[in-house]
């Protein structure tokens, strides 16, 4: 070992999941999970591919060699196999690579969680399209069986579409007009009538306080914000600073009775602090609240996925 290969930080070998974990999840109707975590990176599994996320070329090698153990070892073995190399800074990051499998497939693939179909897009990048993190969240939200749901930062509205096919009105929001196309896309892929809800493409929070001002109340809310963002006016906003204002704001149109979803992938807010948080905007409003943590799906080891919890008013 040289000198520079003595300061580098120990590569964690990845955690896999077993074949009865995979077969749970086949049984279960959900075609999209993750297969391994490690501190160098992960694979999931979408449908009938994998992509292999990595840090480093280390962490690459380690996974491909995994899976390739791992697909012996259980006997399901994916169509195509792509790589992503995951930068420390969001301006490095890259586009996916087909690693393995038929270059002339389209990128574009269906996974299913639950039975519920999500259109994905391997070649869109960091994003496919679905956060897998968030799975017990929407299960737990279709368990409300909200009436009316507002979806902040909706991305392609997984989260609404969950609560759509448990008979809710959504209203989803997001600063992409793209990603609230997919929400529509992903809404008519499940028999649900895309024009029966609301999509709007806004900064959500500019949009909180005109929606109290109208009069809208729901008894679902989904605050799911970037750790960073620019509003629609350019100003800049970090989840750790403006958490809660964001909350105090989604407190004006709540129901008494509402289920609202704190989630972040902020290093810094994790599930206590969320709730620390939490209390002092409802005790600054005069109104108690109760707190659910649901943790994180079985395939994703602790220090993997967002940080979330269940404020119910
Ligand atoms: C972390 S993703 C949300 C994931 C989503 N909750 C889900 O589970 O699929 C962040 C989303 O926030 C959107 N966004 C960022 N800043 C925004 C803003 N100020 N107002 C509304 N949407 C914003 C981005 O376009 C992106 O789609």
Redesign the pocket.
Known sequence: MNSFEGSRPTLQPAAWISAAQREAFEVAGTTAHRLASGSGGWVERLGADVIVSFKGDGAKTELLKGLEQWTTKTGWSPTRVFTRFVPTRNADRVSPVLHEGDASLSWKTTVTEAGIRYRLDIAAGY?HG??LD?RLN?ARLQSFKPKRVL?????????SLVAALAGAETLS????RK?LDRGRHNFELNGVDPARHRFVA??????LPKLADQGESFDAI?L???TF????NGRR?RVVDDFEYLLMAALEVATPNCAILL?T?CTKLDPVKLRRRARLCAKARRQTADYIEIGSPTDFPPGHGASTLWMMV
């Not at 979806?151 to 989260?159: E, L």
């Not at 929001?173 to 992409?176: H, K």
């Not at 963002?229 to 629609?232: D, H, Y």
């Open positions: 994003s679905l956060f968030q929407r979806n902040t930062f909706a991305y392609t509205c997984s989260f929001v997001d600063l992409s990603s806004d900064d959500a929070l500019e949009l989904i799911d914000p970037p963002s620019r509003s629609g906003w989630s992938n």
